[in-house]
């Protein structure tokens, strides 16, 4: 039975009660009033009797209805022995509402923050720090509706503290976050999302609507009360306008469309209108990604935060996602690593590089475009300047005591003046990490033979006469739809899972798999220190070579003897791959490596792979990974295994469907990507940005051609 059907049967037609005061208040029955309903009776409570609160205006058969109306409660009362009134009843009125149910029904307050906004949120001069640890210092940075913004950063940078400050879960130390409205209705799915196992999936769904949930609820209580109270008219008189207030509330939130946004969702987010009574246990955990983002969509908000939204989502999800959220004017800020969701979908990227914030126009690919052209600029007028203080300095020492101390005196005043406009900062420039896999001798030709292979879970078939032959130093992504069986292919690889029937074998000469599961963080032992957790899987290594790696992927000198058990989640699957990648192989078998992995790492591991002379087998939703590394890609489609000899554009260009898809993309990207503007159309923050980048290169340029002419004049 479906929300609505529900309401319908326990609010209007389900009660003996409500037969008997259709007649006295019409407008709570069969349906909800209009919301410019004004209940013609209010009740003044005096003596356990029920008077109008205008005598004047209610005519003699008003009053002969309420007196026949309590003959009738109280015959009705003595027949079902119902005398008694619920302890609890007080806590049914609107006046003793918790203060958040009191809030959602009360008019807009003032904006927080120290300016005012037209839309979305800006966020000006957040400082956050833990500790003796700076983490944010004078962030600034702001979206509006129908922006997307992009937050990018190492992990650790405090990408996801902002989302939590801007969400209310956590206070900066100082500045403030200005809404463009108090009320604003602001979701954020974080990185760890829940589900209850327990529920259905349209219990899941439901629980979306708290609001909407709570009144329902409590009209379901008032009603009860109701019929528990018939020999109190002036607790009667109460419950009535408070069952109108309820009613009228339900109107205002949508309630009866609850079921209809459901449904309209879930095939949207692919499931089948059975899948309703199907528990979210029995889902994988991709499908239960799904859930909970339905549920964030299905709020409404006002604003969407969004921490890694791809995880656990096959290619076909991301690309519905994109498209979902492409089309929404709710403004909205992603955290995500997926380099082609941030270039789909992204208008403005905010970068967090050690606690300060910059932001760029476009979308990712266009933000590095920025970076390197902002990084080479900034870095010349830092060297010119630097030459110039230096010629200064050197003019003010040789000349301060001669006859020439006015030419110093001059100089000095000059290099005050640079140092009163202030000092053009050094642009911060991050190392690029360079790690290898360790190899042992090569393996022989053949590395994996899959003949006449069938595999069934339950009575589900996952693979059906699939064959394979995977050959030394190749390097194949393995594609398809969650559910379809890409992680038990890999298992069966490993023979950790066995086939219902034929084979699956490894080469015999010199196979070595090194395995990366896709929860590997799971399976650490929570009681070892950090560098405990690599050094005992790590031939060859010495410890401070251990360190280096650590180090490489932010581990600083003071985490090595933490505990497993205190990392965070990110934490845990980086100190994973750092166990992963010191164990000697000839063949790396990958289950979602970038899983949980930074843009820097994920850049990192993608020339490791390329660099290693091995077989590769990977699964990866990252479309941007799987261009980088692979030359082979393999779809498992109906249970069987569809074999594309080449890279990525190849399966691209030989699979109709989804050349088609990343057609659209593009297409898309080209009319997203920002036209040449007209002098008197361009703002003027536009034409501030343009004359700068003007000036820096004319610098850099003169820089270049031009000797320091006076540099040995006074010599």
């Known amino acids: 039975m479906d929300l609505a059907t529900k309401l319908h049967s326990t609010f209007f037609i389900g009660s003996p009660f409500i037969d008997i005061v259709k007649k006295t208040k019409p407008s709570l029955f069969p349906g909800p009033p209009h919301p410019s309903f004004s209940s013609p009776i209010k009740a003044t409570h005096d003596n356990n009797s029920l008077k109008p609160s205008k005598p004047s205006s209610l005519s003699t058969s008003h009053t002969r209805k309420l007196s026949q109306l309590s003959s009738k409660l109280s015959a009705l009362a003595l027949e079902e022995g119902t005398s008694a009134v619920l302890d609890d009843i ?83 130390d100082s500045g403030n976050v200005i809404k463009a409205k108090e009320n604003m209705k602001i979701v954020f799915l974080s990185q760890e999302f829940e589900v209850s196992l327990t529920r259905t999936v349209r219990e899941e769904f439901l629980s979306a609507f708290k609001e909407q949930m709570e009144i329902a609820g409590r009209l379901e209580r008032v009603q009860k009360a109701m019929e528990k109270s018939v020999n109190d008219l002036d607790l009667m008189g109460r419950l009535l306008d408070e069952f109108d207030l309820l009613q009228k509330r339900s109107v205002d939130v949508d309630l009866d469309k609850v079921d209809e946004k459901i449904d309209k969702m879930m095939p949207g987010l692919g499931f089948s209108p059975e899948d309703s009574d199907r528990l979210v246990a029995s889902f994988s955990g991709g499908w239960q990604m799904r859930i909970s983002l339905g549920k964030i969509l299905l709020q409404d908000p006002d604003l969407l935060l969004l921490d890694e939204p791809t995880n656990h989502l096959d290619l076909d999800t991301i690309e519905w996602l994109e498209k979902y959220l492409g089309k929404q004017d709710v403004p909205m800020v992603i955290i995500s690593h997926d380099r082609a969701f941030l270039d789909q979908l992204c208008t403005k990227i905010v970068e967090t590089e050690l606690g300060v914030s910059q932001t760029f126009v476009g979308n990712y690919s266009e933000y590095v475009l920025a970076k390197a052209a902002w990084i080479e600029a900034q870095f010349a007028a830092w060297e010119k300047q630097q030459k110039e203080i230096e010629q200064t300095k050197d003019i003010i020492n040789r000349l301060a005591a001669g006859a020439r101390s006015g030419r110093a005196s001059s100089a000095e005043k000059k290099l005050e003046k640079l140092e009163n406009e202030g000092l053009i900062e050094k642009p911060f420039i991050r190392k690029q990490t360079r790690i290898r896999f360790p190899e ?40 398809g739809p969650n559910g379809c069986g890409k992680s038990t292919l890999l298992k069966l690889i490993m023979g950790l899972e066995k086939p219902t029937s034929g084979e699956v074998v490894l080469g015999q000469h010199n196979v070595l798999p090194n395995y990366f599961e896709q929860n590997q963080a799971e399976a650490l032992d929570l009681d070892k220190t950090v560098l405990e957790t690599v050094v005992e899987v790590a031939e060859d290594w010495r410890n401070d070579d251990i360190k280096g790696l650590l180090g490489r992927c932010n581990f600083k000198s003071d985490m090595l003897d933490r505990k497993v058990s205190v990392l965070s989640g990110g934490e845990k699957a980086r100190l994973a791959f750092c166990k992963f990648m010191v164990k000697p192989s000839t063949m790396l078998v990958l289950d979602e490596p970038t899983n949980h992995l930074d843009i820097p790492s994920k850049e990192m591991l993608e020339e490791a792979i390329s660099e290693y002379s091995g077989t590769v087998i990977t699964v990866s939703h990252d479309r941007y990974f799987i261009r980088q590394i692979v030359n082979r890609v393999i779809e498992i489609k109906d249970g069987c295994l569809r074999d594309y000899e080449g890279d990525y554009n190849y399966y691209l260009a030989r699979n109709l469907d989804a050349r088609k898809k990343e057609l659209e993309r593009e297409e898309e990207l080209e009319e997203k990507a920002p036209k040449v503007k007209a002098k008197s159309k361009m703002s003027k923050a536009e034409k501030e940005a343009q004359k700068k980048q003007k000036v820096l290169a004319f610098q850099q340029n003169k820089a270049k051609s031009k000797p320091a002419k006076n540099a040995k004049r006074w010599n």
Do not use: C, H
């Open 90 to 172: 007080e806590s049914l009125f609107s006046e003793n509402l918790n203060p958040e149910f009191d809030r959602r029904r009360g008019s807009k307050g003032s904006i927080s923050g120290a300016s005012s906004i037209s839309s979305g949120v800006r966020l000006e001069n957040i400082s956050k720090s833990y500790g003796d640890v700076t983490l944010l210092n004078n962030v600034t940075w702001e979206v509006k509706n129908g922006e997307k913004v992009g937050l990018v950063g190492v992990n650790g940078a405090g990408k996801t503290t902002q989302l939590r400050i801007i969400a209310g879960q956590e206070v900066p």
């Open 440 to 479: 042992p001798r090569g393996s022989g030709k053949l590395v994996v033979a899959i003949q006449n292979m069938e595999f069934r879970y339950e009575d589900n078939v996952l693979f059906r006469n699939a064959n394979l032959t995977i050959e030394r130093g190749e390097k194949i992504a393995i594609i």
